[in-house]
C-alpha cells in the first residue's frame, strides 16, 4: 500500500509519499509542486504545467487560485470570468484527473499495490468545501480515505520531525499551528501526548493570505507608474498579479529586509516599458493590516471558552509552528516573534508543504489516536412559538468520529406548529448571546417539509399555524469523519420521511 498525502493548495498542489518509513516531497520533473493553475484555450481545459506552459496565449483564459471560490460553495456553481462560464465541478475534477496522471509518472516505484490518500483541507472549510472536494477526487479516481486539516496534518508533520526525532522533555505538548496560506489563514492548538493527538481549538478566516499580499503588491506598482488599475484588461490584470506573486516570493530574509527595494518591471507582463521601485517597507505597510488580523486570531482562539475550558493560555504553548506558503514572508515572521517574545517561535523548512508531509505522516501511521473538532458552527434557522431561531446543531468544538465508520448523530424531537417545516441550514463562525448566528455567515441550502399530512404540494403553500399535536416530526443529523452533514426528517406517525445531503 502506497502511503500519500495530498495538499490542494491556492497557489501549487503538493505531493508527499512514504518509502522505506521515510517522508518525501513527490518531484515532477524537478518541481516540488504542480501549480493550482487553470487555462481554457481554444474551448480545452489546460491544468498544473500545461496550463503554465500556456500563460504566453493571449487568447487564454486563465484561471488562478481556483481553491478561493470553494468556501462558499453550493451545488453547480459556476464562475463567470471574463464572459466564461466555468463549472467549479468541472475544473476541479479536471485538475484531479491531471494530479493523478501525474502522480502516477512521478512515483519512484510500481504503484499498482493501491494507494492510502490523505487528502487535506482548510480547518475553516464548509461541509459544502469538504464535499465538493471529496467528489471532484473520487470521480477523478483518487480514492480519498480521510480529509485531515491543514494546521492538524502540520502538526504531525511537527510531531514527527521536532518531537520525535529529538530526545523528549516532556510528556505532553502543546503547539500552536499558524497557517498562513495562499488564501485562507487558519490557526490550531494541539495537544501531543505519544501517539495521541488532540485539537484542542481552531479558528481561522477565509480569503485572508498571500493572494492579498500579491494583489496589494500590484497595486502599490500601478500607483508608483501612474497606471490606472481599472483600465486593464482581466489578462493583464491576472499577468500583474501572478508577476507580483514571483516578486514576493523572491523576498529572502536578511539583515535590513525591511530596507529592500522591490522592483516591479511592467515589461515582464507587456503592459508598458516602466519599472516601479517599492521600497520593502512600503509593501510591508501595505500588508500589515492582514499580518495583524493573524495575530488577533491567535489572541482570539487563546481567548475562547474552549481553550479557557482547558485550562490553558499563551504560557501552555510550547511552540508555535509556521507553516503554509505566506508565513515564510520575513514580515510575518518579524511580527509573531515580535509579539510572541516567549514563545519557541519554529518556521518549518518546507513551509509549503507541511500539510502534504503531515497527510502521508497520518496514512502510515496506524496507531495514531487523532481527536479532531469542528471549526465552524453548523445549524438550522426554523420557525418556534412564532419566530425564527437558530438552533445549533454541531457547535464549533464537538468533536468529529475517530474513524470513517462512525458517525455523531443528533435528534431533535417535537409535534409541529405549523403545517409546512421551513429549514434554513447554515454554518456561522461565531454565535451571539442571544444564540443567533454571526461572524462569517455561510448559508448552505433552505428546505421546505410537509408537517401536515394532508398537504401533497408545498412549493407554492403559505406557512400557517395549524393544530397538528398528533403528528410528531423527528429531525437526525450524521455527521461522518470528513465533517460531511447529512439530515433526515420524519414525519413519525405515518413514516413519511425525506433525507437532504447539507452540500
Known amino acids: 500500500m502506497i502511503h500519500l498525502g495530498i495538499d490542494f493548495g491556492t497557489t501549487n498542489t503538493v505531493v508527499a509519499y512514504e518509502l522505506d518509513g521515510k517522508y518525501n516531497i513527490l518531484n515532477f520533473n524537478e518541481h516540488s509542486f504542480i501549480p493550482s493553475l487553470i487555462t481554457k484555450y481554444k474551448d480545452n481545459y489546460y491544468f498544473g504545467f500545461d496550463a503554465l506552459s500556456l500563460l504566453s496565449e493571449k487568447q487564454a483564459l486563465v484561471i488562478h487560485s481556483i481553491k478561493q471560490y470553494l468556501h462558499n460553495y453550493y451545488h453547480n456553481k459556476t464562475l463567470t ?3 466564461h462560464t466555468i463549472s467549479i465541478e468541472d475544473v476541479l475534477i479536471g485538475f484531479f484527473s491531471y494530479l493523478k496522471e501525474r502522480i502516477e509518472v512521478a512515483l519512484p516505484f510500481d504503484s499498482k499495490t493501491g494507494w492510502d490518500v490523505i487528502a487535506t483541507v482548510p480547518a475553516n472549510a464548509s461541509s459544502q468545501q469538504r464535499w465538493i472536494m471529496l467528489e471532484a477526487m473520487r470521480k477523478a479516481g483518487l480514492c480519498v480515505r480521510a480529509l485531515l486539516n491543514e494546521p492538524t496534518a502540520s502538526g504531525f508533520e511537527f510531531s514527527h520531525y521536532f518531537l520525535k526525532g529529538n530526545a523528549k522533555e516532556k510528556d505532553v505538548y502543546y503547539v500552536l499551528i499558524y497557517d498562513f496560506g495562499g488564501g485562507t489563514f487558519d490557526v490550531s492548538l494541539i495537544k501531543v501526548k505519544e501517539s495521541q493527538y488532540q485539537v484542542i481549538g481552531s479558528t481561522g478566516q477565509n480569503q485572508l493570505g498571500g493572494d492579498i499580499f500579491d494583489e496589494k503588491l500590484f497595486n502599490l506598482a500601478c500607483e508608483k507608474v501612474a497606471l490606472d488599475k481599472r483600465r486593464l484588461s482581466y489578462r493583464q490584470k491576472i499577468e500583474g498579479i501572478l508577476e507580483s506573486r514571483t516578486l514576493k516570493e523572491s523576498i529572502s530574509l536578511s539583515r535590513g529586509f525591511l530596507q529592500r527595494n522591490l522592483n516591479f518591471d511592467f515589461e515582464n507582463i507587456n503592459i508598458q516599458s516602466k519599472i516601479a521601485k517599492i521600497k520593502s517597507n512600503e509593501y510591508y505597510e501595505a500588508i500589515k493590516p492582514e499580518i495583524n488580523r493573524t495575530i488577533e486570531l491567535i489572541e482570539e482562539l ?10 490553558l493560555g499563551l504560557d501552555s504553548i510550547d511552540y508555535i509552528y509556521l507553516v503554509g506558503g505566506s ?9 509573531i516573534q515580535k509579539v510572541f517574545t516567549k514563545a519557541k517561535v519554529k518556521v518549518s523548512d518546507n513551509t509549503f508543504a507541511t500539510s502534504a508531509l503531515g497527510a502521508a505522516i497520518y496514512s502510515s501511521k496506524k496507531d495514531v489516536k487523532l481527536i ?20 445549533p446543531i454541531f457547535p464549533k468544538g464537538t468533536e468529529l468520529p475517530q474513524t470513517e465508520n462512525q458517525v455523531t448523530k443528533i435528534i431533535r424531537d417535537y409535534d409541529p406548529e405549523f ?10 463562525s461565531e454565535i451571539n448571546p442571544d444564540l443567533s448566528p454571526s461572524g462569517d455567515i455561510n448559508l448552505i441550502t433552505e ?11 408545498i412549493e407554492n403553500q403559505t406557512i400557517e399555524r395549524k393544530d397538528l399535536s398528533h403528528i410528531r416530526v423527528c429531525e437526525e443529523y450524521h455527521c461522518d469523519a470528513f465533517g460531511i452533514i447529512n439530515a433526515r426528517i420524519t414525519r413519525k406517525n405515518d413514516g413519511f420521511t425525506v433525507g437532504y445531503n447539507i452540500n
Open 81 to 83: 470570468i471574463d464572459n
Open 302 to 311: 487563546l481567548q475562547s471558552q474552549t481553550i479557557k475550558s482547558a485550562s
Open 327 to 335: 508565513s515564510k514572508l520575513p514580515y510575518v515572521i518579524h511580527a
Open 372 to 391: 479532531e473538532r469542528f471549526t465552524r458552527n453548523f445549524g438550522v434557522i426554523r420557525l418556534y412559538n412564532g419566530r425564527e431561531i437558530f438552533d
Open 419 to 428: 403545517n409546512i417545516g421551513h429549514f434554513k441550514f447554515l454554518e456561522c
Open 447 to 457: 428546505i421546505r417539509f410537509p408537517y401536515d399530512p394532508e398537504l401533497n404540494i
